[in-house]
């Protein structure tokens, strides 16, 4: 094989990786975008939607119905967080708000265990994973199905904002949440909702992340893929955290590939966090963030 | 409301202000001359060690996190670079003293403090407490795979060299415990004069307003890097602490990121901003296990799961965050203020 | 320690292609109270945060006490006995009232962490100082009955104040007032008047006003400057503005017939 198809063997499968960790990275800008929370717990509902729809599946039920009730399950849980930890907490500084989901992480992580085990589930969606031949370069066709996942995500979430009333309302509320409440939109309502589709999106990831890994507890700790992602595109912009997710892949994967001879092993812990950072030291509010300015 | 407790409450949120230091040395007495009479290996190994050992991380944390604003999540890292130092200047140094080992471990700390700490001058909030996560994942990588620091050792767990004091063998518990109630006392003692006076207030005018203290000529660039590389060297010494004297091996796998999180969550719940709730976040944070395993053997028999006991103690420690930063922004600290106040009023 | 005068010339900053000042001017003389009013966006607060180096110019220069700069530098002010008040209130909330009006005298500050920790002469000295005259200039604002409480469970007046008292507590040169009385009950604000008259007495600093209430502004000021959409419209003593028409034009023309707050300029 020649040096550049390998090459782009890497940086493909470095993006697949990349996708991945975007889907992730998309729960957080839903909830940040629209209500300045960033919500570490992300993680941990990606693992507690995973777990609950494997450990039902696994007890009979059917793939559909199991999926209904973890989508139910998980708008739930997302309502619930919103009205009973976020709300009541509302107009504390964002760092409070940021420690507070530190602990809603670790309850959720906790009731995920305590109720469906902390055992190992493998997860079958049916997808078949064998590498495709596309322009020379060997695809997993798994990568395939998620990259078109995020993207068919990715596109329901631009008609949600741009196109439907709510969506509107979500917008209206992340730009301006006083004016917001001043035109009389309800934003309790609209957090709610942010906090249930992010729910979902935390199901669509934890399947899809739990059928490439196993279910398993690691799973929460996506998370900490993801922050990099976050840092790189901007905490509020779901383009951003696409991209940031390639950028993040991709160098991860060359990474570790070309340079992790030379320097160690396991480099993919920090590199992702160092590209940000080096990123982040040029660009303070990533690739696509709002830039703040601050009032006098 | 008297302004006795409002001053109070001034108080607990940062400064002891002109208040003596008669109280925290009552308790010292009690730890350092009743306590010892105890015949319980158990009781300083197990619960007193690991308590001065995390008391003192919560403490660094505190006076980076607390006073000055910066949350770090990376604390646990610092604490590892402590324990690879001490244990590299120790090995490496032929007759070095131990007291000297520990301020080396503490300095290397600092060190790596302020360079991890450069980012601080243009981050902040979450971009600086994901930044401090770049701290956390390097370190562990580092001790882990550039074997130099663990001494070409392969079996990834080291031993510190066995600790002298003078001509002393700290070869006991009980001994192990009084070097380090010696070294937290002396810190402690150091981080409440610091806070006190004008450098703890302009910690305090850079987490309150940055522009604000910038006007009034604190020079917050200077004070945000001075206040990483002290609170470095007190994790840094706490990580010394904690692998010599209470784990008695030196890994880098006992620092990770919840390691991290323990730090932060015993600030939290002790008290942001405050030294006396560093001591109250680690004794809770030290003894809540021990209490709900003793729960569990109570309520559910001798046979029961650890598994669970960790699984349910993970939830509670997640619900006492919510609550304290909810209900008691600051923490143990002022409910303790508050008892004080309500004992002096009757 | 006298007041400074400071002259800005040709001052020009603008936001995103917006231009917030153009080519503005500005001279005020040592131991003036000189206003700058103006609608709301006129550009007052650009000039303020220019002055204190939040905002760089992008043409124009400053003199200040005979020195020249392109810009100021925020961490420079309390070194060149600048001092200012806030619109919204800065203070530090984690303090009390007299620890927030120490932090007045930070710049003075000559003992280092480490004699602070272990309690060198200097440190015990320059604490004790800042202390009593934190105490004293806490009375002379009739503060005493609040000082050791914790600064954020004061009214708002009394917090505005405490932020006025720490930017005297150093002997400032030039104090900047951005909106001191924004929010006062009028009792408060006869009382802030007051204060700052004595203030200016007291030490002959040089006072910039910034004040939408124009029976204050008229009041205390030697001078106003007249600011309308990013340029100086007039200057003079205030028997002056209160007749120029392009002040009035300003304020009563159709452009701004909302800004109702600012209308009352006959006051």
Not at chain 2, 224 to 250: N, P
Request: net charge neutral.
């Amino acid at each position: 094989m020649s040096a550049w198809s390998f090459f782009f063997e890497v940086l493909v499968a470095g993006l697949a990786a990349g996708i991945m960790y975007s889907l992730v990275a998309i729960g957080f800008v839903l909830i940040y975008k629209t209500s300045g929370v960033l919500n570490f717990a992300q993680g941990a509902m990606l693992l507690f939607a995973a777990l609950t729809f494997v450990s039902l599946h696994e007890r009979g039920m059917p793939f559909l119905y199991a999926l209904a009730i973890t989508f139910l399950v998980m708008v739930i849980l997302g309502i619930a967080i919103e009205k009973f930890v976020l709300r009541p907490m509302i107009n504390q500084p964002p760092i409070t708000l940021f420690m507070v989901t530190l602990g809603l992480s670790y309850i959720i992580e906790g009731s995920a265990e305590l109720i469906w085990g902390t055992q190992v589930h493998g997860l079958d969606l049916g997808i078949q994973d064998e590498p495709m031949q596309i322009a020379g370069v060997l695809v997993s066709q798994f990568d395939l199905f998620c990259a078109a996942v995020a993207a068919v995500m990715v596109a329901a979430l631009t008609i949600l904002f741009r196109y439907t009333r709510i969506g509107l309302s979500f917008r209206a509320a992340a730009e301006d949440q006083y004016a917001a409440l001043n035109i009389g939109l309800r934003l309790p309502f609209i957090w709610a909702a942010v906090w249930a589709t992010a729910g979902i999106v935390a199901l669509v990831a934890g399947l899809l992340w739990g059928a490439r890994t196993g279910v398993q507890f690691s799973l929460s700790l996506v998370v900490l893929k993801s922050l990099p992602v976050l840092v790189l595109g901007g905490f509020d912009s779901i383009a951003g955290a696409i991209i940031g997710g390639l950028i993040i892949g991709a160098t991860e994967n060359l990474a570790q590939v070309y340079l992790g001879p030379y320097i160690g092993d396991g480099i993919d812990s920090w590199i992702a966090y160092v590209v940000a950072l080096g990123f982040l030291l040029v660009r303070p509010s990533g690739l696509f963030g709002q830039k703040l300015v601050e009032r006098v | 409301m008297s302004s006795a407790i409002l001053e109070r409450q001034a108080n607990s949120q940062g400064l002891p202000g002109l208040k003596s230091f008669r109280g925290p040395f009552l308790v010292l007495l009690v730890f350092a001359v009743v306590i010892p009479q105890v015949h319980s290996d158990y009781l300083f190994d197990a619960i007193l060690t690991p308590f001065l050992a995390i008391s003192l991380a919560a403490l660094g944390l505190n006076l980076l996190t607390g006073y000055a604003g910066q949350v770090s999540l990376g604390s646990a890292a610092f604490m590892a670079v402590g324990a690879f130092a001490g244990y590299n200047f120790l090995l490496r140094i032929p007759g070095l003293p131990l007291l000297a080992g520990l301020a080396f471990a503490g300095l290397t700390a600092a060190v790596i403090g302020i360079v991890f700490g450069l980012p601080s001058l243009r981050l902040r909030g979450f971009y600086l407490a994901v930044s401090t996560l770049a701290t956390q994942f390097f370190v562990q990588w580092a001790l882990t795979n550039i074997s130099w620091f663990s001494n070409d050792d392969t079996s990834g767990v080291i031993s510190p060299p066995p600790l002298h004091l003078g001509g002393f063998a700290l070869d006991s518990p009980v001994r192990r415990y009084l070097l380090c109630l010696g070294v937290v006392a002396v810190l402690t003692f150091l981080a409440m004069r610091l806070v006190s006076g004008q450098t703890g207030r302009a910690l305090i005018a850079v987490r309150d307003s940055e522009l604000g203290a910038r006007v009034l000529g604190v020079k917050v660039l200077r004070t945000k890097l001075f206040i990483f590389a002290v609170s470095s060297f007190y994790i840094g010494v706490a990580g010394a602490l904690w692998s010599f004297a209470y784990l008695r091996t030196i890994e880098p796998d006992g620092f990770d990121l919840d390691r991290s999180f323990q730090i932060l969550f015993v600030i939290i719940i002790g008290g942001l901003a405050s030294i006396r709730g560093a001591f109250l976040g680690a004794a809770f944070i030290v003894v809540l296990p021990l209490l709900l395993s003793r729960a569990g053997a109570i309520l559910l028999g001798p046979g029961f799961d650890s598994g669970l006991v960790d699984l349910v103690q993970k939830i509670f420690l997640g619900a006492l965050i919510i609550l304290f930063l909810r209900l008691e922004p600051a923490g143990l600290s002022a409910l303790v203020g508050r008892l004080r106040i309500r004992r002096n009023a009757t | 320690m006298a007041g400074a005068a400071i002259r800005l010339s040709g001052v020009t900053l603008s936001f995103g292609g917006i231009l917030a000042l153009k080519g503005v001017d500005l001279d005020i003389h040592a131991g003036d109270i000189h206003a700058i009013i103006g609608p709301n966006g006129a550009g007052k607060s650009s000039l303020v945060n220019i002055i204190c180096g939040i905002y760089r110019p992008e043409a124009g220069s400053i003199d200040f006490d005979g020195q020249h700069l392109s810009r100021m530098e925020t961490g420079r002010l309390a070194k060149l006995g600048i001092t200012r008040t806030f619109q919204n209130i800065v203070l530090f909330k984690g303090m009390s009232v007299t620890q927030n009006v120490m932090m007045g005298l930070t710049h003075k500050t000559r003992s280092t962490p480490w004699g602070q920790i272990i309690g060198s002469a200097r440190a015990r000295r320059e604490e004790a100082h800042a202390y009593e005259i934190a105490r004293a200039i806490l009375a002379r604002l009739d503060l005493t009955q609040v000082q050791d409480r914790a600064v954020n469970t004061l009214s708002y007046g009394a917090q505005k104040r405490v932020e006025l008292a720490r930017a005297l507590i150093a002997g400032p040169r030039l104090l900047l007032l951005d909106e001191p009385m924004a929010g006062m009950t009028a009792g408060e604000k006869v009382r802030m008047i007051a204060f700052i008259r004595e203030a200016q007495a007291h030490s002959g600093v040089t006072v910039i006003l910034i004040e939408h209430d124009m029976g204050v502004v008229m009041e205390l000021s030697d001078r106003i400057t007249v600011l309308d959409h990013g340029k100086r419209i007039a200057q003079g003593t205030p028997s002056e503005i209160q007749v120029n028409p392009d002040v009035i034009d300003a304020y009563l023309g159709v452009a701004h017939a909302d800004d109702g707050d600012d209308a009352v300029l006959a006051a």
